[in-house]
């Protein structure tokens, strides 16, 4: 990511930037939260088999599972990702998976199953941290924004006449 001081830039130059790390965040964020369903897919399967439950009991507990990544309210919703054709992150993910068995879920040894959750326990993380770096470089330009319109350094009238 790039680390550049937001003082620096031009105004054209910081809205880019920020509109590309926005761009960014959304592919990021998407993948965050698909790693930590199929993270907690994974744990609910876990359980299933502590409690020594069949499978179709874990189905109502997967639509909860499911659900819970995809509604509430968190404090920067996810924004519409297009498309995930090529993107790197998503394909990293998707080998993770691939690797170790998540397809297979209910025929994981226990074994097998804890080095998946380690596995896509350390992806989340990665990305998370990720996530945390964009959102500070973002918090950054934000505010340089902010202090350049308060200032009077960049007029709101530049934003509605072009």
Do not use: I, K
Request: glycine share 4%; with cysteine.
């Amino acid at each position: 990511m790039n680390a550049t001081d937001p003082q620096s830039l031009s105004l054209d130059e910081l809205r880019a930037l920020r509109n590309q790390l926005q761009s960014e965040d959304d592919v990021v964020s998407y993948v965050r939260r698909v790693a930590q369903a199929r993270l907690d897919l994974v744990r609910a399967e876990a359980h299933r088999r502590e409690r020594g439950e069949t499978h179709e009991d874990l189905s109502s507990e997967l639509r909860v599972v499911l659900s819970s990544h995809w509604t509430g309210g968190p404090p920067r919703p996810p924004r519409p990702v297009e498309n995930l054709d090529d993107n790197e992150l998503s394909d990293r993910l998707d080998a993770v998976c691939a690797e170790h068995g998540f397809s297979r879920l209910e025929d994981l040894l226990p074994s097998e199953l804890q080095n998946l959750d380690d596995e896509l326990t350390r992806f989340e993380r990665e990305v998370s941290d990720d996530r945390r770096e964009r959102y500070e470089r973002l918090d950054a330009l934000s505010a340089e924004l902010v202090r350049r319109y308060r200032d009077g350094e960049a007029s709101v009238d530049g934003l509605l006449g072009g």
